[in-house]
């Protein structure tokens, strides 16, 4: 579990609810504060909580309290917010197609507006993934897996096509959408071994075909452009450090891929006339050194780090270690998990507001859409949930509690939100349950304070503003996330 950098603070583990006094909800009524929480029982879904009180409040005798602090000066600013989302997979596509147009229109409203999530940074996978059924595919496949040099065979096709088709959907909902591509390997005509899934050896790029492999994020950024799907920023390889033989996979080394990007991709981008951006790496916190390596060898064409949430001992530090060393560089969390089997209720909220104390601009779910078998998959994660569940066969769909998790971020920091320093933060590493908080400045003037409890009691809140020395107390539930807007 993590432990946050930021500084601890004592907890008394006793539990006792808070009851408002009369003056209490007064003060709620005249603050023009609000709050909305998600708990893991499921009995609240971004639902309307009790408001904090501004000023000091005298918390329940005996009541469990916390204290957190941020700095809403010019001087505690920090990074600012791109939005939070998932991956649109072809499981994604094929499930939601499935429903009926009333609820997959209602769905698309709910996942992109302030109806729901309101969702502003999506990525979509570039041809077949470990979530897609078979067979695998790409945008340029031949008979025999033969070269194809000027791109006679290339085409999105049926799933491409309905892909590009749902973003396109998405982008008019949400008109500052921000959408990320990421291959899980290019054409196998490209590949050393001239195969898309069912080998590890020679599982690399032929450098033959260096001039054809920039060429084929050309078109692809072209064709998806065309259906009314702008690509704002590719990674060259989902996971360049993992090889698998039962999906789609490709080895990229960290010097290799900033020489691709440094003489192929970023030049033929640029040659085209594209505004898409490159982000390094796309994989896990553990290798530091991989995206560091490509930045250094290739800094003229990348806007970005990506990373993703499976290392052994995952540490979101490593992003602020990262930012001290670049402090340019913008950083992402592009890639977690939700399992209904394997992660907490907690997951999509831990690994949004981890890497957000860590200066990551967004974070993204692993995956957006699945059926109730956590499919279609071809390989790779067979017990992957997505923040949607839809039943195909009944025609209806649900949200997994990720899914709201997730949303009390996304429905309450904007796009262009900034981050804001802040303290009190801290996780007990012998249980792995405390109190994790982000808070954010919004372009509307108001300010976000999105507070996770792991503890299984309601504590007593207690925030402190550095601007006009405000104050704001209230309760939080047990095992719940809950957001605070302040005016």
């Known amino acids: 579990m993590r432990s946050s950098s930021l500084a601890l603070w004592a907890l008394n583990a006793a539990c006792i609810a808070a009851v408002p006094s009369r003056h209490a909800l007064d003060s709620r009524q005249q603050s023009g504060a609000k709050a909305f929480c998600s708990s893991s029982d499921g009995k609240y879904k971004l639902s309307t909580l009790d408001a904090p009180v501004k000023g000091a409040a005298s918390p329940p005798a005996g009541a469990s309290q916390w204290e957190l602090s941020i700095d809403d000066t010019p001087a505690g600013r920090r990074q600012q917010i791109t939005g939070f989302g998932a991956a649109v997979t072809d499981a994604t596509v094929s499930v939601i197609n499935s429903l009926s147009a009333d609820q997959r229109a209602k769905l698309l409203k709910e996942l992109m507006t302030s109806e729901g999530a309101d969702f502003s940074l999506l990525r979509h996978t570039i041809g077949a993934s470990d979530l897609s059924a078979l067979p695998a595919y790409t945008y340029d496949d031949t008979d025999g897996n033969r070269e194809d040099k000027d791109f006679q ?10 892909m590009a088709d749902m973003l396109a959907e998405m982008k008019k909902l949400k008109p500052e959408l921000t959408i990320l591509g990421s291959p899980w390997a290019p054409p196998a005509w490209m590949q050393l071994d001239r195969k898309l899934m069912g080998g590890t050896e020679k599982n690399n790029l032929d450098h033959a075909y260096v001039d054809q492999y920039a060429q084929y994020f050309v078109k692809y950024i072209q064709a998806y ?9 590719i990674t060259l390889q989902n996971e360049p450090l993992n090889s698998q033989s039962g999906m789609p996979t490709m080895y990229v080394y960290a010097d290799e891929s900033g020489k691709l990007i440094r003489d192929n991709v970023g030049p033929a981008l ?4 594209l505004k898409t951006s490159v982000w390094a790496y796309d994989h896990n916190t553990d290798q530091p050194s991989y995206p560091q390596t490509v930045l250094d060898t290739a800094k003229e064409y990348i806007d970005a780090v990506a990373w993703h949430c499976y290392a052994t001992n995952n540490q979101w530090s490593v992003l602020s270690d990262f930012h001290a060393k670049n402090p340019d560089a913008a950083q992402y969390m592009t890639e977690c998990w939700t399992s209904s089997k394997h992660t907490p209720w907690h997951q999509a909220s831990s690994f949004t507001v981890g890497p957000l104390q860590n200066w ?3 974070s ?4 957006l859409g699945t059926d109730t078998n956590d499919g279609p998959y071809l390989g790779g994660c067979d017990t992957c949930r997505g923040l ?7 025609k209806t769909y649900s949200f997994s509690v990720d899914y ?12 262009g939100a900034t981050v804001l320093a802040g303290t009190g933060s801290y996780t007990y590493p012998d249980s792995g349950v405390g109190i994790q908080s982000v808070a954010t400045s919004n372009p509307d003037g108001t300010r976000t304070v999105v507070v996770e409890n792991t503890f299984g009691n309601d504590i007593y809140l207690t925030l402190n503003t550095t601007a006009k020395g405000e104050q704001w107390s209230g309760k939080i539930l047990a095992n719940s996330v809950v957001t605070w807007v302040l005016p």
Do not use: E, H, N
């Open 153 to 162: 065979s290339f085409g999105l096709g049926d799933r491409g096509g309905a």
């Open 225 to 233: 452009a065309a259906k009314g799907a702008p690509i704002d920023a």
């Open 270 to 273: 640029k040659q085209a006339g």
């Open 360 to 362: 990551a601009k967004g």
């Open 364 to 367: 993204l779910a692993w995956t």
């Open 388 to 394: 949607v569940v839809v039943d195909t066969t009944a």
């Open 404 to 415: 709201y998790m997730m949303a009390q971020y996304s429905r309450y920091m904007p796009k």
